[in-house]
């Protein structure tokens, strides 16, 4: 019996460090948006929200965070409408291909970001689309694709299809059926996925790098340019800004879950 | 119409419609993502600027065929003397000679000079035009420059991308010894890759197997720990990263504060930076699937096995361990994939020697503008990924991709 004891106490010891060595860089580095100093020092000497206003008047970090949450919003939405039609489509239960449709439309989570920007660009270029706006929303909805498809089909897979069935002899149209009996039981996965799918793109910057002009900074483009020139501390409060935009994300969507299952 | 007749009509109609739902995103996926991906292998095999700006010397070279140690006859003079006039009318002149550089460092500077030559001049004999023009053109080697480029489709890129080349003389050779950089590069981040892997497996298992093993009130709180970093910003943790790591960062502050260290430790801009940051980053993607697939596994199994006398260490080999591998398998591939292809992280926390093959491709479009050659590269790394794509359905099946 000791020894096993043992082997928990080193157990929680070992999982405890590794808990630590995730979650300590983040919360060590946040208290320094908040310094005074012009230099990442510790310990902070002094506080002050000076970075903050830096970030929220200086009108090249305003033109970042305003491209950003452009092309994250309409990347969103085109992954988003595409995604659930496509979900639901793949729902059917005998459609051959399906596999290898999947496949697809999964693949862009696994393919380097730096691969799809290379070939968005040789191939924008020929459209006459590189170097603005459009190219970028169109690769940032690609990769929030597959979320969106995970997470509705995922949803789907439990809605119980005899509801269409009974909707539908009693005489509703399909599309009648579908947005009213189909679309609120599948509401959650599809708003997780639009989350997962906003997030992608509002911190993507691989290809934003390739495909953006001069004129497309975006938030995570302007600190990467930071971060490689020289290390302001308005980088520091962009990723505040960041983490407290998503981990807010995260809390919704949890709530989301147990509310949902709640109601159930 | 008998009753199958019409189910089959019907369930014709919906499998129909189910392909129409899906269309608009399948042509979508097709425009932004397939067409791309094939634009690389294209440009990984196709490059037509010599035989497009120079055809009539391609034509030339070719009815002679002619060993390649000698030089060719007056005719093949005549006709690139036709083609680098008309080249320079239409401004092509650049290109060419900029293609020509990147199979032979030089040749820009020597084709430039000698096209403002050859437009001074209305007519031939060429040979001696292009001989006092520039030496190289009394060598073999140039010529077979221009014959290994005169065919619009071609393996050099790929050549390249693999530290050989092909000579003058047509045969393929190893590049020279300073110049083979690609392989030993593939291979960094294949080690990067299996390092960040293994390091995820190590430091993951464990945190799972404990979050599994505490009430679930306790482990949802503590999930939490696991989940900000996942669901915070790339960016932001490799900023973390440097801040930490840095010469006057916080583990240099803290160790020098305590005295152990007097001189600051180098963490940043080297390998080990680069790994513990990636490993940082890739983390959650080991632990979530592991502690999911460590919920569902009843405790009766390892309990059986202990009552039946195996050990506690027979007992989690043989029995616990095996039942975690499809949560091992998902996440150990997913990071190896995701390393394999990492940019942002080893180009902000790496030195000149810790860069991965991604950075080599974006280096070849950018700095060097070879972009056949990051075409070939990226193309490697895409065949790759594919293959340990397909090798996860098979194992995990692409539906379980998911990021909880």
């Known amino acids: ?264 | 119409m008998n009753l199958d007749q019409r189910m089959h009509k019907a369930e014709n109609s919906s499998r129909w419609r189910a392909y129409a739902m899906i269309a608009p995103l399948l042509l979508f996926v097709m425009l932004s993502f397939v067409a791309p991906l094939g634009m690389i292998l294209l440009n990984s095999i196709y490059d037509p600027v010599v035989p497009d700006g120079l055809p009539h010397t391609v034509a030339e070279l070719q009815a002679w065929a002619g060993p390649r140690d000698q030089l060719p006859p007056e005719p093949v003079y005549a006709a690139l003397a036709y083609d680098m006039k008309k080249a320079a009318q239409e401004q092509q002149t650049g290109s060419i000679a900029n293609r020509l550089n990147i199979e032979k460092p030089g040749l820009r500077a020597v084709f430039m000079k000698t096209s403002r030559v050859v437009a001074r001049q209305d007519n031939g004999p060429w040979t001696p035009v292009f001989e006092t023009a520039d030496p190289a053109w009394s060598q073999p080697e140039i010529w077979g420059t221009i014959r290994n480029l005169s065919s619009p489709v071609h393996s050099l890129f790929f050549l390249s991308a693999l530290d050989l080349h092909r000579q003058p003389d047509g045969t393929i050779a190893q590049q020279p010894k300073d110049q083979r950089i690609y392989i030993s590069i593939y291979l960094r981040t294949l080690a990067v890759a299996l390092a960040v892997t293994f390091l995820c497996i190590v430091l993951g298992f464990p945190l799972a197997y404990m979050l599994a093993h505490l009430r679930d009130k306790t482990a949802n709180l503590l999930l939490i720990f696991v989940l900000i970093p996942f669901w915070t910003s790339l960016l932001v943790r490799t900023t973390a990263w440097t801040v930490v790591l840095q010469e006057q960062g916080l583990i240099n502050s803290l160790l020098q504060m305590s005295g152990l260290i007097a001189e600051p430790l180098t963490l940043v801009f080297n390998r080990v930076g680069v790994i513990i940051a990636m490993t940082h980053i890739l983390l959650p993607f080991v632990i979530l699937p592991v502690y999911s697939v460590m919920q569902q596994i009843p405790t009766t199994y390892v309990q059986a096995a202990r009552s039946l006398g195996a050990s506690s260490l027979v007992a989690f080999f043989r029995v616990y361990l095996p039942q975690c591998m499809p949560g091992l398998n998902a996440g150990g591939l997913l990071v190896f994939v995701f390393a394999l292809g990492y940019y942002i992280t080893p180009s902000l926390i790496g030195g000149s020697a810790d860069q991965l093959i991604a950075y080599f491709v974006s280096y070849n479009i950018g700095t060097s503008m070879n972009w056949g050659l990051a075409s070939a590269l990226a193309t490697i790394l895409l065949a790759a990924v594919l293959l340990l794509y397909t090798v996860y359905d098979h194992l995990v099946g692409h539906n379980r991709l998911t990021i909880r």
């Open chain 1, 1 to 264: 019996m000791k020894t096993s004891a043992l082997y928990t106490t080193l157990l929680y010891l070992f999982g405890g460090s590794v808990l630590l060595f995730l979650i300590a860089p983040i919360l060590l580095v946040l208290p320094l948006a908040f310094s005074n100093a012009a230099y990442f020092h510790f310990p902070i000497e002094t506080y002050s929200l000076r970075w903050f206003r830096d970030l929220f008047s200086n009108p090249v970090w305003l033109h970042a965070i305003y491209n950003s949450l452009l092309i994250a919003t309409l990347a969103t939405l085109i992954a988003t409408l595409l995604g659930t039609m496509a979900a639901v489509g793949l729902n059917h239960y005998n459609l051959p291909g399906k596999r290898f449709i999947m496949a697809v439309l999964i693949a862009p989570i696994i393919v380097p970001y730096v691969i799809l920007a290379v070939g968005a660009y040789f191939f924008f270029s020929k459209l006459g689309i590189a170097n603005n706006l459009l190219g970028i929303v169109l690769v940032h909805a690609v990769i929030g694709i597959p979320f969106v498809v995970l997470t509705v089909t995922a949803t789907l897979s439990v809605f119980d299809m005899k509801l269409i069935h009974a909707a539908r002899s009693l005489g509703a149209s399909p599309w009648t059926a579908f947005w009213h009996v189909m679309l609120p039981a599948v509401w959650p996965g599809v708003a997780s996925g639009a989350v997962f799918a906003f997030a992608t793109s509002f911190d993507e910057v691989v290809i934003v790098l390739f495909l953006g002009g001069p004129e497309q900074t975006t938030l995570p483009r302007q600190m990467w340019t930071g971060l490689r020139e020289h290390l302001s501390p308005t980088i520091l409060s962009a990723a505040f800004v960041l983490i407290v935009v998503v981990t807010s994300m995260l809390l919704l969507l949890t709530l989301r879950r147990h509310r949902s299952i709640i109601n159930r």
